[in-house]
């Protein structure tokens, strides 16, 4: 089956500017969860969504949004955007928890570069 | 989410076992140990995950020391591509979140 799909691969946008990725995850899968990698801060965890709601979010600013849709399917969203945003964005797909295997599957990434 | 300790980077001669540790001391009784892996800009891969048994799969094996404090993941054959940074992740199995922690991880270069 289809793994997770991130749309799109690369971008590149100016300071002040925003932003939106997507994210489709694994049939079937309603759990969905966004982490930011960068060189010097590593992988970290902005938020998750099951079933359309905000389940956990991490420590990054208000600027920093995301949404699940009926679907499943995901979006984030980055509004004025700083320098320090550039950065691979990753998006994992989780089956459930608390009942089955809920190992995550990560999509290939947005690489974001703010010039 | 208990914190894990691994090796900055390790190297192996391809065709050997690879053995990868990782040091969890507080961890308790209800987090299990995930790993994961990371090929160079690619998306982080899963790997394996247990509790306090050994677990095997066609990617790796997993040793989980009885008092639980620490784990080694085994790529039993490693091939160039194996390498990669491998992360060493406890978390809570089940309940309401997916999220995971990752630390600075393990860069695992398999050498021809």
């Known amino acids: 089956k289809a793994g997770v799909t991130q749309t799109p691969r690369y971008l590149i946008k100016t300071r002040g500017q925003q932003v939106t990725l997507s994210c489709s995850p694994i049939s079937g899968h309603r759990s969905v969860s966004w982490y930011q990698q960068t060189p010097g801060q590593g992988l970290q965890f902005l938020f998750e969504y099951f079933s359309e709601t905000q389940r956990n979010k991490g420590n990054f600013p208000g600027r920093f949004s995301g949404r699940q849709f009926s679907n499943s399917r995901s979006e984030m969203n980055v509004s004025t955007l700083e320098l320090g945003d550039s950065a691979l964005y990753l998006c994992?797909?989780?089956?459930?928890?608390?009942?089955?295997?809920?190992?995550?599957?990560f999509g290939q990434g947005t690489r974001l570069t703010v010039v | 989410d208990a914190k894990t300790t691994q090796p900055t980077s390790m190297d192996c001669a391809e065709g050997r076992a690879a053995n990868l540790p990782c040091n969890h001391s507080?961890?308790?009784?209800?987090?299990?140990v995930y790993w994961y892996r990371q090929i160079h800009s690619q998306g982080p891969q899963y790997i394996i995950h247990?509790?306090?048994n050994n677990e095997t799969n066609e990617m790796a094996s997993l040793i989980i020391t009885e008092d639980r404090k620490s784990s080694t993941l085994i790529l039993p054959h490693a091939t160039l591509r194996d390498t990669a940074v491998y992360y060493c992740i406890v978390r809570v199995y089940g309940g309401a979140t997916n999220k995971l922690i990752f630390g600075t991880g393990t860069l695992l270069a398999v050498q021809p």
């Open positions: 247990g509790l306090k």
């Open positions: 994992a797909s989780s089956f459930e928890t608390g009942v089955r295997n809920t190992e995550a599957f």
């Open positions: 507080t961890i308790s009784g209800n987090e299990y």
